[in-house]
């Protein structure tokens, strides 16, 4: 094989799979490997009656990502949820509408610090009763145990975005996010990517990848980390979400609950779509972050006591269950006086670039990966018919959690 005759992306998940797509479209060959036997990553849906994405997912209009999907006919009919049925649990309390603590008008416009934690900013303006309420309801949009510890800037721009516009964003893809995968693995084929599954690659396989094309490296950080040769970060530094689902005999349980106690989400995507749970039943989904310390056996019991509260007596429906931790759920957080350009790298030098919902791109959750997908790819493809090695960069920072 001579040097530059096709680009490589490592990695199946939505990231590689974007990346590949948009290599393919350039008139560009490009292989896509993938270390598992199927294709998605965290994009994933359990097969059978109950169709559980890992975690609650949704897609959201407005973002590029969506834009990108729909403009290819690959959003799989995501639909939009109606905007009844939203509870709250704030002070302990069950609640029909939100606490007068977010209704401020300072979370709807005007500047917010970077360089101020979320909980000082918020504190100083309103008082700690909003600021707890704020960092609360930024927990489904940072899958962070204590949202109030981020950059002011980062989480509001997010609950901006998402929570306080005017009509609902979010958007459920009907049969789980797996779905949505295969018809872009499809699209992916029909668009000329070469997709090789129960393909592992280590160090050395990466090398030798780097010495014949450009390399998309499309993985999750904890790979990346090792595939490049870069220190682990000592225990605990990664940040682990609690994820619980159940499927109950159906019953009049809410569509979301927003906890803004302990930064934990609820969704009952079934009030949206009616084939991700058996007839006469529901689906619910619930995450929060773990805290330093804490077992799944712990949160999941946090997690348990929020359906306690809206839905009492649910042990008696259960007909499904499952949970499950998920380390680095997104490194797409920030810290006070930091932004996603602080993130690790796109351009990793000597023909490889960086994708996924961790790495130094703008955007929201998935969007994160998407943007990054679409620069990493456009770079590769670039570096290819350029038909030039490329030069030794110096080392680029360390890849680490947040």
């Given at each position: 094989m001579t040097?530059?005759?096709?680009?490589?992306v490592i990695g199946g998940g939505l990231a590689g799979l974007i990346a590949?797509?948009?290599?393919a479209e350039a008139g560009v060959p490009v292989r896509l490997l993938e270390a598992r036997r199927r294709?998605?990553?965290?994009?994933?849906?359990?097969?059978?009656?109950?169709?559980?994405?890992?975690g609650p997912h949704a897609l959201y209009a407005g973002t590029g990502l969506w834009t990108w999907l729909r403009g290819r006919g690959l959003d799989g009919g995501a639909r939009r949820p109606s905007p009844t049925g939203v509870r709250w649990r704030w002070r302990g309390a069950a609640r029909s509408t939100?606490?007068?603590?977010?209704?401020?008008?300072?979370?709807?416009?005007?500047?917010?610090?970077?360089?101020?934690?979320?909980?000082?900013?918020?504190?100083?303006?309103?008082g700690p009763g909003?600021?707890?309420?704020?960092?609360?309801?930024?927990?489904?949009?940072?899958?962070?145990?204590?949202?109030?510890?981020?950059?002011?800037?980062?989480?509001?721009?997010?609950?901006?975005?998402?929570?306080?516009?005017?009509?609902?964003?979010?958007?459920y893809v009907p049969g789980g996010w797996s779905t949505m995968v295969g018809g872009l693995a499809d699209h992916a084929r029909r668009s000329g990517v070469r997709i090789e599954l129960d393909a592992a690659v280590d160090a050395a396989v990466l090398d030798g990848l780097r010495s014949a094309g450009p390399v998309v490296l499309a993985v999750e950080p904890g790979a990346a980390r090792r595939l490049l040769g870069e220190d682990e970060v000592g225990p605990g530094a990664g940040r682990r979400v609690a994820l619980l689902d159940v499927g109950l005999r159906a019953a009049r349980d809410p569509y979301v609950v927003l906890d803004l106690d302990e930064a934990i989400f609820w969704t009952r995507p079934s009030a949206v779509?009616?084939?991700?749970?058996?007839?006469?039943?529901?689906?619910?989904?619930?995450?929060?972050?773990?805290?330093?310390?804490?077992?799944?056996?712990?949160?999941?019991?946090?997690?348990?006591?929020?359906i306690d509260a809206f839905a009492p007596g649910w042990r008696d429906r259960v007909e499904w269950r499952r949970r499950a931790v998920v380390k680095e759920a997104t490194g797409a957080v920030d810290l006070p006086g930091r932004t996603w350009r602080d993130r690790p790298a796109?351009?990793?030098?000597?023909?490889?670039?960086?994708?996924?919902?961790?790495?130094?791109?703008?955007?929201?959750?998935?969007?994160?990966?998407?943007?990054?997908?679409?620069?990493?790819?456009?770079?590769?493809?670039?570096a290819l018919r350029t038909a030039r090695p490329p030069a030794r960069s110096a080392r680029r920072p360390a890849l680490r959690p947040v």
């Open positions: 040097r530059h005759d096709e680009v490589t590949a797509v948009e290599v294709l998605g990553g965290r994009a994933t849906s359990t097969p059978g009656a109950w169709s559980a994405n890992l939100p606490p007068a603590a977010l209704l401020r008008p300072g979370l709807v416009r005007g500047p917010v610090p970077v360089e101020v934690d979320l909980r000082t900013w918020a504190t100083d303006r309103w909003t600021a707890d309420a704020v960092a609360g309801l930024a927990g489904p949009l940072t899958f962070d145990a204590d949202p109030g510890r981020l950059s002011a800037a980062f989480v509001v721009e997010r609950v901006r975005r998402v929570l306080l516009h005017p009509r609902p964003t979010a958007r779509l009616d084939d991700l749970a058996p007839a006469g039943s529901d689906l619910l989904q619930l995450s929060g972050g773990l805290r330093s310390g804490e077992t799944l056996d712990d949160g999941e019991r946090r997690l348990e006591r929020v796109i351009d990793r030098g000597d023909g490889l670039w960086l994708a996924g919902d961790w790495v130094a791109a703008p955007g929201h959750l998935a969007e994160v990966s998407w943007s990054s997908a679409v620069t990493a790819a456009a770079a590769a493809v670039t």
